[in-house]
């Protein structure tokens, strides 16, 4: 069973940066695809970045939000998923999760539901 553990939110000013570590065990990290999903209050789970596994040649998408923001980024050996963010808003504010797949399909990179596996989350705030 994979199990996905969320670290590094907290509280930072607009502007400043903040890196979300991914800890994925139960399974090689290699065979997933692993995204970053953010949720802030009132609002529907929003796609933020993903990373493919071995199988998609490791390649990364993003969000139209968070594009030149912010990198996703895959240590296979400590089998670790990061998010960088960079240049921080207001509106970035949100509990962020890490998912992982090994069935998605390129097409539903985007799409929460296709994630069978979910950490618990982790809060980012942003704010002066």
């Known amino acids: 069973q994979v199990q996905l553990t969320e670290s590094g939110g907290g509280l930072v000013l607009p502007g400043e940066s903040l890196t979300l570590s991914c800890a994925v065990s139960?399974?090689?990290?290699?065979?997933?695809?692993v995204a970053w999903f953010r949720q802030a209050q009132g609002k529907e789970r929003e796609f933020v970045a993903v990373v493919r596994g071995s199988s998609g040649g490791g390649r990364t998408y993003y969000g139209d939000a968070v594009n030149n923001r912010f990198t996703i980024s895959k240590d296979n050996a400590k089998s670790t998923v990061s998010l960088r963010m960079n240049s921080l808003r207001p509106e970035d504010t949100a509990v962020y999760y890490c998912?992982?797949?090994?069935?998605?399909?390129?097409?539903?990179?985007?799409?929460?539901?296709?994630?069978?596996?979910w950490g618990q989350g982790t809060q980012v705030t942003v704010s002066s």
């Open positions: 998912a992982a797949s090994s069935t998605v399909i390129l097409s539903a990179l985007r799409m929460p539901s296709q994630y069978g596996y």
């Open positions: 139960g399974g090689a990290l290699s065979r997933y695809t």
